[in-house]
Each structure stands twice: as C-alpha cells, then as structure tokens.
C-alpha cells in the first residue's frame, strides 16, 4: 500500500470510530461499527498480520456485528423511552471530559514506550521448530500459552452456560430465539441452500492450513456458525433444542480433547499440556480439531440467545 492509501484508510477508520461513538440511533452506531472492523481488517492486513486480520474479519466484524444488530432490535422500545429524558447538559461535559483524558493517558503511555518495544518473538522463532507447525501464532496459542486458550475455549462455554440460564422454566431445555418463517423460495432461503456448502469447504480449508499459513479453529469456527445461523435464519432448519445429547457432546469435546492432552502431557513430559517430542504437532491438529465443532456450535448459540420455546422431543 502507498504512503497515501494508508493515510486514508486511517482516516476512513478515525472518522468511522467518531460516528460510532457521536450518533445517538443505536442501529446507525452498529451500523458505522460494521464497516468499522471491516476497514479494520484491511489495516491489519496493511501490517502484515494476517491472523489478526481473519480473525477481525471473522469476529470483529462478523460475529459481534450481528450480536450488536440483534441488541440494538430488542433495545429500540428502550431507546425511544429514553429520547424523552435527555441527559443534562452537565453529564455531557462530563462525560467528554473522561473520554477525553482516557484518550491523552492512552497517547501518553503509546508515546513512553521505548524505541525498541520489548518483544517475545526472537525466542518464539528460536523454539518454533520444536512445535513442528510453521505459523507461529498456532505455535503461540496451542503450545507456549495453551493455557490461556484452554481457559478461553471454557470461557465461551460458561458464558453460553450464563445465557442459557436467562430462560423462563417453562422454556428450559427448548429451542433458542424466535421460529423462523421466511419465504422458502426468497433470496434468504436461496442463499441459505447456496453458501453453505462453500462456507463449509472455506471453513475446514482454513482450519486445516492453520498449522503452518494464516488460519486455525477460530476463523474456521466462525464461518461455520455464520453458515448454521443462515440455514437457521432462513427458517430451512429450526434451532436445536438445548437438552439434546448430541448437541451438548459437541459443545464439550474440544474443552474435554483438550484438557485430556494436557493431562497426557503430565503423564509423559512432565507437565500439564507439555507435548512429547516428535509428537507436538500431531496433539495440536488434534486440540484444534475437536475444538472446531465446540466453537462453531458455541458461537452460534451465543447468538442465538436463550432458550424461548419448548422442545419437541423427536
């Protein structure tokens, strides 16, 4: 990219980030978010972080957009009731003030920083080769910090766990979010019988090069939670009821597949999730391939939300 094409895209995002935070219509906010992670994306592709830049792509951008639609839908009734008590002119000064003197400390510790940042990566490249995977990211995530991960995969599934728990009794055990009913022959059912198939190929495509390209379980996850939210959404499938065996199988076996190596890694290297040697790539592929269903059936149930109607046992 030219010296200019980045000046724009910085400013694109600069004004994006202040429309974001200026509207007063949630929706038109979610929409500036939006292309917000989009144009966000493409800087970290500026920066030659690919990883970075899918994951944006795939979360940033995608996921948490469409929890922030669904959000800003049920907030609408509230946030029309409220236009009515306008804040005072005081709050707002206020309010200016503490974002502005959180944005100057941000600035001041940005600028403190030393000329030569303090860095990991000499001696993520030196060990790499023992990982015996080439990305480095995948060689950070699922061995020199396997711990953090593990802990973010169980973070997921305790917060979907929380969701669940909003449910009214009668509903427990049900179906999440509202019956779908679109036009069978419409452009949503369309493309909801088209992509799928694609979305699937790209999914496990990136899953699979992770080891050693830009990719891995959570880009190729949230693709395959993009694709079932569509078949869900175009009411071609209904969603799945939340007591069944299989579904909870899925959501466990990743965490489960993961801290079982960790524990083999006790028994033969001496350590929780320590790999042995000649193996380390092998329990990686295998950690990310139980993980891929967990994440993927985990992401699309957050977005689903909690259970509303009563399950039809089949």
Known sequence: MSIATHISLALLLLGLAFWTIVVRDTFS?????IPYGLLLTSAWLALAAIDVALTEAAIGA???GALLIAAASRLHKTEIAARAEQRG????????????TMTAAIMACILRLPDRAPTLAPTVARHLAQTGVGNPITAVLLSFRAMDTLL???????????????????AWGGRPGQAQTEDPKGPLAYLARV???IGIVIAIYIFWVGADHPGGKFQGATILAAMWLLVMMSGLSDAP?????WLRFLLIVGPAAFIAVGFLGVVVAGAFLSYPTGFAKLLIVLIEAA?????AVTLALLLAGPPRRPGRRA
Request: hydrophobic share 60%; glycine share 8%; no cysteine.
């Open 29 to 33: 906010a979610v929409a500036g978010f």
């Open 62 to 64: 995608g996921l948490t």
């Open 89 to 100: 002119t005081i709050t707002r000064i206020l309010a200016a003030i503490l974002a502005t």
């Open 152 to 170: 973010e995969a169980i973070v997921l599934l305790v917060g979907l766990i929380a969701i669940w728990s909003l449910a009214p009794d009668r």
């Open 195 to 197: 992509l799928p198939p």
């Open 241 to 245: 009821a939340i007591d069944r065996g």
């Open 291 to 295: 993980l891929l269903p967990s994440l």
